[in-house]
Structures are given as structure tokens and as C-alpha cells.
């Protein structure tokens, strides 16, 4: 075989951040308390098929086994080949959409070298597709331990039966057997070298567009997963998927995805404990609108002419004065609908600076404060504020969070509550069309 030869990644350094106002991580938390398991970034469940092939495959190797590059696991090199499989041999892209890390495969690929740490996402850990899908596949047991869990096991006997693969799972033999064994030799090589040792013309490429492909689950197997999603003693995810899937709750978020309507639809028929975690989303998101609308019009403003803008200036834009009049008014009521949640503390601490009734501009100045601390406070070493202050108190937008728009100044929720994730789910499945 002739060796593969991996180069350096092109080096890329740009300061970024999100969540500038610090408003993400009770929303996900109350999220992660209604919909278990589900994160934004989930499209397509059959990526749980994917995880438990990769449990399965991995199993074979001890558990301290590191690749030649010194950081990366079995399972992350058999993510490599499966990316840079499904790339190399899915005929339409548009059979990709969803599939973490497929630029990077691309540009690998057009480049002549293998996939390897330097060459893939650098964070796989979070931004892979084990990353992506690992809490689901935890919550509904696909993985128990960093081993295949019952639905794991249920998962990869009918996706076994289903592809023709007898022999892949298991002692017995048959077609499926010569194939993991191939497999378990790829990824052998991959972490002797460091990367994918396979060349372009290896037959098992195909492997994962036939039998892991991101749209073709077979009917058994979406039946597993089906039944792992309703599982009633996981939070609220079973009476969300129910609504959602229902006649009425297919038209409503078929007429347009708005998270604030459908939640509407849910308090009609939710149990108490979902009423309970619903009236605290509206409220905490009706919060979180007031001062994303605020600062969003402040980043705008900032952006017509680049040149330093003084608070006083800012504070007479509309959102600014709606925000200081009804972030104190509603700012108990908020902190109180969170207690059951045990989020009530964190929003105190960290929100209670912008509790004052007090005059726009001062009201102001807070906002900007609390936005510094936030960004002052973010690992590993903290971040700049999005705009720089000068002795005169003065504000100018530093260049990489200019705005051509303002606040949205609607009532849509500014966080996402992962029933986008479900549908995308129920469509994959065949349980809406």
C-alpha cells in the first residue's frame, strides 16, 4: 500500500463568542429538563445507529487504547472514516445536510490527505457526530458505560437483520462478519498512523453510504428509536413528541416553526409538571427578549457610523427604555416561575444588577457592565467585550460585531427548545410527512 502522507492544518485564529448577555444556560437547562437527551444541533437520529455500530466496533479494542497522534480513540477514528466514507460515496450532497464535519472531509480529500486530529474539527468531543448525539444516546441507552446499552443492543440486532449484515453483531457467521473484521483493520491502521489509512479506492467506502447513510433507516430500526423517544420516564420528551406529531400539532408548526405558538398548543393538554416547566420558558424568554432586543438596537446603532457613540445617546432608543421599564417589573415573577427548577439562585446572581428601576441611561450602563462581566468571565481566559469604552464613557463597536440589523421587537423566543430537533426526528422516522 502506498503510505499517506497527513500535513498541517491551515492555521485559523478569529476571537468570536456567542451568548454575549450570558441568557443561554438557564435556557438550556430548562430545555434539557423538558426534553431530555435532545440538543439543537440534533437532526437525524440515525446517527444513534452510527454510535451504536461504533460502540460495537470499538468494544474489540482495550479501553486505554490511543492513536499514534496521542489524543485520539477508537471511536474517533472510526468517526473519520465514516465522515470521509459518506462523503467519498453519497452521490447528491443534499444527503449530507447534517453530517458534522463534512467540510472538513471535503477539503481533506481535495487536498490529497487523510483525515486526522489536525485535519478534522477541533473539538470533536462536542462538534462530531458522537459529540452531537452522545447525551441522547446516553438518555435512551443506545451507550450504558461506553458499552451498548439495551436499546443499543435492540438498535444494532434489527439494523443487523435489516441490512443483510448476519454475522456483524455476534458469533454467528455470514456476510457481516468478513465486513466488521475489514473495519476493525481500518480503524487498527488508522490509530498506528494517526489518521485514515485507506486510499480513495478501497471498496469499504461504500459501507457507510449503503448501510449508514443519514436518511435510509430501515423500518425495524426507526421502530427502536421510536419506542426509546417515548419513553414516558424520560422528562416531558414523550408528551412534546406526542403533541407535536399529532394532527394539530403537524398543522400548527407546519404553518411556520415558532417555539412560542406550539408551547401554547402543549399547555392544553400538558401534565403539571410540563405546565410548570412551560410557564417558566414564557416568562424566562419574555426576559431574555427585553434584553436581547436592547442590545441587539445597541449593536446596531453602534454600527451606522463606527465612530464612538455616547450612553446617553443610546439609551433613548426604544428597546433600551422598554427593557428598564419591564426587566424590574417582571424581574421577581421570572426569578420565582425557576425555583422548581433549582434555577432561581443562578438567575438572582446573575441577573440582579439589571434589577433596579432606574433611569434609562443608568439602566443602560448596567446593561453594558453586565455584558462586560460576561464576556470577562468566559473560559479559558475570558473574552472581550463586543465594543470598546473609553474615558469619556463613550462606546464604539469593534469590528467583528457590527450589525446591518437590530432586535427582532416580537415576542419569538431568542432560545430554542429543541422541538425543530423532534421534527427533524419525526420526519427521519416516517412519523410525519
Known sequence: MTPLLSEADPKASVEGSIDPLGIYAI???????????????????????????????????PTDLIAADGISEPWQVFEWYLVEGLVRTTEERKQLRGLPGQDKAVESIKDGVPLSAKRYLKTPTVFGFHGVYRALARDIEVERADQLGGTGSDLANAWEKEQGLDGFFGSQDGPGKAVRRRLIDAILDGLDKGCVYREKGWPDWKFFSDHLGIYDAGKQESRVINQALLNPTSGCRKEVLEILISEEGRRLWAEGPSERRFHKLLRKFASAKLKDLLYAIDLYEKFSRFLQDAFDDVLHMLSKPQQRIKPNELAGLPSVKLAAEKVPEIFFEVADSLAPFNEKVRFLESYSSLLECVAD???????????????????????????????DGSCMIRTGYIRETGGRHDDSYVHAYRTASLWSFSRDLGLVK
Request: hydrophobic fraction near 40%.
Open 27 to 61: 435556557a438550556d437547562s430548562l430545555a434539557v429538563r423538558m426534553i431530555p437527551g435532545v440538543r439543537e444541533r440534533q437532526q437525524h437520529p440515525r446517527f444513534l445507529t452510527s454510535i451504536a455500530v461504533s460502540l460495537s466496533i470499538c468494544s474489540e479494542f
Open 361 to 391: 441611561s443608568e439602566w443602560l450602563e448596567k446593561l453594558l457592565e453586565h455584558h462586560r462581566r460576561v464576556q470577562h468571565l468566559k473560559p479559558p481566559a475570558g473574552k472581550a467585550p463586543w465594543f470598546d469604552r473609553f474615558d
